[in-house]
Structures are given as C-alpha cells and as structure tokens.
C-alpha cells in the first residue's frame, strides 16, 4: 500500500484487468466488422445494379409473350427458345459469328503486334524526337473516330477498292494508340539490367524484344486483348458503310439489320430484340469470366517485377 497525505491508493488499481482489455480490443474489431459489412453489402448492392440489365436482357430474350411489367423480371413463366430459333432461321448466324471473329482477331492481332513494336520503341530506343512522337500519339485518342470516317471510307472504299473484304474492315482499327501506351509503360517498368545483358550477349533489339521483353510483359497482352476484343466486336457503323454484301457483314451488321427490319413483326418484338442482344453480348461476356482470375492487380503486376 502507498501512502500520499490523507489518500491511500492500491497500485494494483492502475493495472488494467483482462476483462478490461478485452473490452478495449473487441470494440475497434466490432467497428472494423461493421465497417466490412456496410462495404459488403454496397458492393453487392453495386454487383445487383450492373447485373440486372443483363439478367433482364437473358429472361426477356427466352419469353414467349411480351410482358414490360414488374413480374416480367420475375424468373417464372412459359419460357421457350423460340426467339432465338427465328433469328437462326431468319439471318445466317454462323456466317456472321465468323465474320466478326475475323474481324475481331485481325484488329486484336494488328493491335497486339503494331502495340508491342510502337511501344518497345518508345519505350527501350533512344532517338531524337522520341518524346514529341509519343505525345503525338496521345494526342491522336482524343480526336474522335465520327470525324474521320469520310476521308477514311474515302481511302478503302474509292482509292484502294476494299468495300465488301475483311481487309477493308480491319485496316482503319490496325493502330490503336491506347495499346501503344499500355505496352510502353510496362516496357518502361522492365530492369535496364535485363536489356543490358542482352546486350552484352550480343543479342540484337529484335532478339531482345522477342526472348527477354515481351515474355515479361504477357500480363500486358492479357490487358490489351480484353481492352481491345470488345471495341470490333460491338463496332457497328464502320462494316455497315463498308459491306453491303450480307455474307460479309459481322454479326452487330447482321443483328442490327434484323432488329430493324424483322424483330418489329415478330410475335414478341422485345424477346426478338433481347434475344439478339444476347447472341451478341455472349461470346464478349465469356471471354471475361474465364479470364476473369487472370485479369487481378497481382497477376499484372507480376510482369514487372524484377
């Protein structure tokens, strides 16, 4: 016992209990639990708001009657594919499922291998001039494509006579100056250590870029391609002014046409619509589930890690 003056005090007293500190932990764990739940429940709020277009568009696209009410959302009724079998009755589905992959994978593949070359060569070369080109470059994304589809259909149509051709298609979306900086500023992130061994070995630029930068840089392609699949898939008004032959249109052409031309007939207008909405938005949303685990903060920034 400690005496001071009239007050006599336990020291024991000044040392927190067990009880006492475990009701001092539990409290910020309750808050960080709260705080977690409330983060919960927004993003799955957010996850219900983006999903539901497209939960709608799947069960519209399979009913038999249209029903634009509340219980029209609702997962019951008389569902059927019927809407989906006139639109393979009524256009060639397949022929314009492989329009468009051909389409697609010309501008992936220009996009991917033009990408890689600009931006190892922004990024690794040194020549004069090298900044104000890149900035030139960037420069080029904010000039809408609207603005030079004239002098361009002008150029493949009347010059160069590629109306109706899979050339004539791909050929105006070869560039894509956003994959140039995305495959720039991974290159950038590459150690000069790497490169300068090559070097040493005696490798030349194109050796280096082959064997030592690009497998590093894998994520970046992953990032170009699910960037890049989604803008000629969904591109519609190019291929319409380019091909007026029906075998040669891509399937937002070919779906388009039909919505306009067909689908206001058909016994159920809005499950023809959103069944044709949903032959066109699969192949992209597929695309994006099974790399979905592969496209996460970690796996891209693994190619820089040196």
């Known amino acids: 016992m400690v005496s001071t003056g009239s007050t006599t005090r336990d020291p024991r007293d000044a040392v927190p209990t067990r009880s006492d500190a475990r009701d001092d932990d539990s409290t910020p764990s309750t808050a960080r639990g709260g705080r977690r739940l409330l983060g919960t429940l927004v993003l799955f709020a957010g996850a219900l708001v983006f999903l539901f277009p497209f939960y709608y568009m799947v069960v ?103 109306a109706d051709s899979y050339l004539g298609m791909i050929a105006p979306f070869l560039i894509n100056s956003a994959a140039v900086f995305v495959f720039r500023q991974f290159f950038l992130q590459l150690p000069d250590d790497l490169f300068d061994a090559a070097a040493l070995d005696g490798a030349s630029e194109l ?39 029906t075998s040669m249109q891509p399937l937002a052409v070919t779906l388009a ?36 685990k592969r496209f996460t903060g970690s796996e891209l920034s693994s190619g820089v890690k040196g």
């Open 60 to 162: 519209g696209s399979l009913r038999a009657k249209a029903d634009t009410s509340v219980a029209g959302a609702l997962p019951f009724g008389d569902f059927t594919f019927d809407n989906f079998i006139a639109i393979d009755s009524r256009v060639d589905l397949l022929g314009s499922l492989l329009n468009s992959a051909i389409f697609t994978g010309g501008v992936l593949l220009g996009t991917v291998v033009f990408g890689v070359l600009a931006g190892y060569a922004l990024a690794r070369l040194h020549f004069r001039g090298r900044g104000t080109l890149f900035a030139v470059m960037l420069l080029v994304q904010i000039v809408p494509f609207q603005l030079l589809i004239i002098p361009i259909y002008v150029m493949i149509v009347r010059t160069y006579g590629l």
């Open 257 to 292: 046409n039909y919505i306009s031309n067909i689908a206001g007939r058909a016994a159920n207008p809005y499950g023809a619509i959103l069944a044709g909405a949903v032959v066109l938005a699969a192949p992209a949303v597929a695309l994006f589930v099974v790399f979905q």
């Open 207 to 245: 050796r280096i870029l082959w064997s030592v930068a690009l497998p590093l840089v894998r994520p970046a392609l992953l990032t170009v391609v699910l960037i890049t699949f989604i803008g000629p898939w969904n591109e519609f008004l190019w291929p319409f002014l380019v091909t007026k032959d």
